[in-house]
């Protein structure tokens, strides 16, 4: 596994269709018409304020379950690997992403965030086969017990 994949993995490219697909999303807005999110702004600047909250939690306790420079020669299936395989990822996916789309309130921004998820999950399938071809059937196994974004709760 080169350096590059081992520290970043899929996160440049995912970030970089994502942010595109956002702006694609800001000039149809216009066009699609579709409906705001909120009819109060309490609830939307509370949701927004809740999800970035946890969406920042979620990439702390990343971080603190698996450090950069351990990326990719350390399997690690505890903390908040125990339920994402993907947490950083699942940070962004779950919360922040959400968050934007609260704040830009309207749907398609919404459509935009359920888009992100097949999106994501194609491109860390690279990332996972070098996962198993590091880890082997260690990695299969935890592939089992735990979902990519979000949390298997149950097992």
Same mark, same amino acid.
């Given at each position: 596994?080169?350096?590059?994949?081992?520290?970043?993995?899929?996160?440049?490219?995912?970030?970089?269709? +994502?942010? +595109?697909?956002?702006? %694609?999303?800001?000039? #149809?807005?216009?066009?699609?018409?579709?409906?705001?999110?909120?009819?109060?702004?309490?609830?939307?600047?509370?949701?927004?304020?809740?999800?970035?909250?946890?969406? %920042?939690?979620?990439?702390?306790?990343?971080?603190? +379950?698996?450090?950069?420079?351990?990326?990719?020669?350390?399997? %690690?299936?505890?903390?908040?690997?125990?339920?994402?395989r993907? =947490?950083?990822?699942?940070?962004?996916?779950?919360?922040?992403?959400?968050?934007?789309?609260?704040? #830009?309130?309207? #749907?398609?921004?919404?459509?935009? %965030?359920?888009?992100?998820f =097949?999106?994501?999950?194609?491109?860390?399938?690279?990332?996972?086969?070098?996962?198993?071809?590091?880890f082997?059937?260690?990695?299969?196994?935890y592939?089992?017990?735990?979902?990519?974004?979000v949390?298997?709760?149950?097992?």
């Amino acid at each position: 596994m080169r350096t590059y994949e081992r520290i970043f993995g899929s996160g440049p490219k995912g970030t970089l269709i +994502s942010i +595109s697909l956002l702006i %694609v999303s800001y000039y #149809l807005e216009d066009y699609i018409g579709l409906r705001k999110i909120f009819t109060n702004d309490v609830a939307k600047y509370s949701a927004i304020i809740i999800l970035f909250l946890l969406g %920042v939690a979620l990439l702390i306790w990343s971080l603190k +379950s698996l450090s950069p420079e351990d990326r990719g020669r350390k399997l %690690v299936i505890e903390g908040a690997y125990k339920y994402f395989r993907h =947490p950083l990822y699942a940070a962004f996916l779950l919360f922040i992403n959400l968050g934007i789309a609260f704040l #830009l309130d309207n #749907l398609i921004y919404l459509f935009w %965030v359920v888009i992100l998820f =097949p999106i994501w999950s194609s491109i860390v399938r690279g990332e996972e086969k070098l996962m198993k071809n590091e880890f082997g059937e260690e990695y299969h196994t935890y592939c089992k017990n735990t979902w990519r974004f979000v949390p298997k709760l149950w097992h």
